[in-house]
């Protein structure tokens, strides 16, 4: 494939999505309306901007290339994702109803609304959407050098610049139209490639005997069953604790289409999660000696599919990291212009400047989660390791603060802090890393034990459920640009904050 034809394709999907960036952006007139879209988006666009930041970064490139060493595991990351996203339908839909702006909101309002809790956990949040922003960088940098001979330090920074650019000029209106278009291309790119990988293999058949005569002979791996269950669970907690799962909840039109949304799309990805690891293993059988595993997906699209078919894939899968990295952008950006901006000026921007701060703060995110990633070049290594150290302990908050009321201020600290050091302590340990697989498991056990034991040994707290959600909306309304719609849903929050 002519390297020049994928470099003006990429250059001309950059130019459709700014151009759709900028005719979404014309009507914004807060940070409300960059941020989260006014609020206002429908189940469509929920669905479809959810199924895309899911067939990313880790599935096209990550579960494919996990798939070409360990086979059918591969599979264990779109299980996991389907299993995350479904509990969150369950768990966490509601909570659209309390008019949220970020996540480290939601986490305080558990506890009081407590402010350590809050700044504390905006840091962690705030590392975690650099760090999968990272993710995104090193996935999309992995196809455009294989694609185009491009060095890998070259290939992250246009990757970065071109996420920058259209996220900066239209918001998250402009990731939510983008990313439901590309959805469309991406399952039907990973559909196509499906088809014709096994085609060319010769049968299912010729792909399931060769997983078994593969691992009889030791050229793929075949995975113990604890360190199986750790990947599952640490994509499901991924999901879980994403912020930017989060800002499709706090920005949808209504609980019922945000659950209904997340309910299908973790549907079809369940049914979806074969298809990488079918790839991935045909890629094995097709191209036995790859010195990189993780370019399985772009090995089998030039070698099954007919040139040009070839070519809209790799663009498709392309796209697939650029739309995750503008979901998480915003997550990352919302984070430091409504939280982290607050705790150090003790205000929120003005009103007439909340738009231009926001896209200043998606160059210093871009910026940031590049040198991130111009550390690392192993993915699923890289989003196991970041999100067991910076989102276990945030799960754990999440999970026991919406259906424990006895949690405390102190217990969250704890579970935040627990989850970090133990996460560390693992992944400096070669022989309890192997064991484990990725350090979730433990951290999610010692997170969730210290969570207990200290709440139940400090004070509860004096301030009702209630009174935290009117202490949130009351800073939020005296230091922020509240819209009418937002000040308009404050009674049906309150009657939900009592229900709950």
């Not at 790119?189 to 005569?213: C, H, K, P, R, T």
């Amino acid at each position: 494939m002519d390297s020049r034809y994928f470099l003006a394709g990429f250059a001309l999907y950059l130019l459709i999505m700014i151009g759709i960036s900028y005719l979404v952006s014309r009507r914004q007139q807060s940070s409300e309306d960059f941020l989260l879209a006014g609020r206002k988006v429908s189940g469509g666009l929920t669905f479809g901007t959810t199924v895309a930041t899911m067939i990313g970064t880790g599935t096209s490139m990550g579960a494919v290339g996990f798939a070409y060493t360990h086979g059918w595991s591969g599979m264990l990351y779109g299980i996991g994702g389907a299993i995350g996203i479904l509990l969150a339908a369950w768990w966490f839909a509601p909570l659209r109803q309390m008019r949220f702006m970020t996540m480290s909101e939601e986490l305080s309002y558990y506890v009081g609304a407590n402010l350590w809790v809050k700044n504390g956990s905006a840091v962690l949040i705030f590392l975690a959407s650099l760090g999968w922003l990272g993710a995104h960088i090193i996935g999309g940098a992995l196809y455009l050098s294989w694609a185009t001979g491009i060095e890998m330090v070259y290939a992250k920074l246009l990757i970065a610049l071109a996420f920058t650019l259209y996220v900066m000029i239209g918001g998250y209106k402009a990731v939510i139209w983008t990313d439901s278009l590309m959805a469309i291309v991406l399952f039907s790119g990973f559909l196509l490639m499906s088809y014709f990988a096994v085609e060319a293999v010769g049968s299912l058949d010729s792909v399931w005997q060769s997983v078994i005569a593969a691992q009889q002979t030791g050229q793929m791996k075949q995975m113990e069953l604890l360190p199986a269950i750790s990947l599952a669970a640490v994509v499901a907690v991924g999901v879980l604790a994403t912020p930017s799962f989060r800002q499709r909840i706090y920005s949808g039109r209504s609980v019922q289409s945000v659950r209904r949304s997340f309910v299908f799309a973790g549907l079809l990805y369940l049914l979806f999660a074969a298809l990488p690891a079918l790839i991935g293993i045909s890629a094995r059988i097709l191209a036995p000696d790859l010195s990189n595993h993780q370019f399985a997906f772009t090995t089998v699209a030039v070698m099954t599919l007919p040139a040009v078919f070839a070519m809209l894939v790799l663009l498709a899968g392309l796209s697939a990291t650029l739309s995750s990295a503008s979901s998480d952008s915003i997550a990352a950006v919302s984070v430091l212009i409504r939280d982290l901006y607050q705790t150090v000026t003790g205000r929120m921007p003005h009103p007439e400047s909340a738009i231009l701060y926001s896209r200043i703060a998606v160059m210093l995110v871009s910026v940031l989660a590049l040198l991130l990633a111009l550390m690392s070049n192993d993915l699923i290594r890289y989003i196991t390791g970041m999100i067991a150290t910076l989102m276990s302990g945030i799960f754990v908050i999440a999970l026991l603060g919406r259906f424990w009321l006895r949690l405390s201020w102190q217990g969250a600290l704890a579970a935040l802090l627990g989850a970090v050091l133990t996460s560390v302590v693992i992944l400096n340990h070669p022989s309890w890393l192997a064991f484990w697989g990725n350090p979730c498991l433990p951290a999610l056990a010692v997170s969730l034990s210290l969570a207990f034991v200290v709440s139940l040994l400090s004070k509860p707290s004096e301030i009702s459920r209630q009174q935290a959600l009117d202490k949130i909306t009351r800073q939020r309304e005296d230091l922020s640009d509240v819209s009418g719609s937002e000040r308009s849903e404050k009674s049906s929050s309150i009657q939900f904050s009592r229900q709950s």
